[in-house]
């Protein structure tokens, strides 16, 4: 018992002596819980390929024109950003997306990808404007890659024989702006944010093995970003 005792008293000793992890407005780490709209284009930039010998591919011949789009979605995230000093950061993202290409325009209410999705991993250097304030807004840029997992043809694709859709992973550029709010001096605060991505994925379309149609989307998302952060 009295080993016990002492080894208690021992770490909260520690944690208490421990400056290194205090919350604080100046620290060099922060991290903040966010609630992010996820807000795509998914217009079809150009198609790539087309098989006419296919049925979606000849469906997409007579339309000529044929385009898409990509629904909305809202969903919690996670960053984790790095103090160099009180002007430099780098920050990191953390949450997954999941969306559907569904026609648009003569298509509307045709449903072509189910269940994509996405992790957009993203890393921005940022820089800080020094307001003499708790309020501090900041810019930033850097790359993105967007991963791609686990879509399928929509049921409309599988009507036209489609029985497999491959979606691309994709590297892009992202550009940022936002505000951190410090709520005292323990390092808690808010945050609003606002990313806008360069994306140009490829779909593609098989049918029992072939190729039947290519199409290249402009996806562009806004990240629109708003929660709590903690900065230590």
């Known amino acids: 018992m ?11 000793a520690t944690a208490f002596s421990a400056p290194a992890w ?7 780490l922060q ?8 807000l795509p284009d998914g217009r079809i930039d150009s198609i790539r390929a087309l098989d006419p010998g296919t049925t979606l591919g000849a469906a997409a011949a007579a339309l000529g024109n044929p385009q898409t789009r990509v629904n909305d979605n809202v969903v919690p995230t ?3 950003e790095y103090f160099f000093n009180e002007t430099f950061s780098v920050e990191t993202i953390c949450c997954f997306t999941q969306h559907h290409v569904n026609g648009a325009g003569d298509l509307a209410g045709t449903e072509l990808v189910d269940h994509v999705l996405i992790l957009p991993a993203t890393l921005t250097a940022k820089v ?26 929509g049921a409309t694709a599988e009507a036209l024989g489609i029985d497999r859709v491959k979606m691309s992973n994709k590297l892009g550029v992202a550009a940022q702006a936002g505000v951190d ?16 991505y360069w994306m140009k994925p490829t779909a593609s379309f ?13 996806l562009d998302p806004w990240v629109l970003s708003a929660g709590v952060s903690y900065r230590f």
């Open 128 to 153: 800080h404007l020094d307001t003499g304030g708790p309020i501090k807004p900041y810019l930033g840029a850097g790359p993105a890659l967007f991963i791609v997992f686990d879509e399928k043809p």
């Open 206 to 218: 098989y049918e029992d093995g072939t190729l039947a149609l290519k199409t290249r989307h402009d």
């Open 31 to 38: 991290v903040r819980a966010l609630g992010t709209a996820v």
């Open 181 to 196: 709010i410090a709520l005292g001096d323990k390092g808690f605060g808010l945050s609003l944010d606002a990313k806008k």
């Open 2 to 12: 009295r080993i016990l005792t002492m080894t208690a008293a021992l770490a909260a």
């Open 22 to 28: 205090a919350g604080s407005p100046e620290g060099h």
């Open 78 to 80: 996670l960053t984790v």
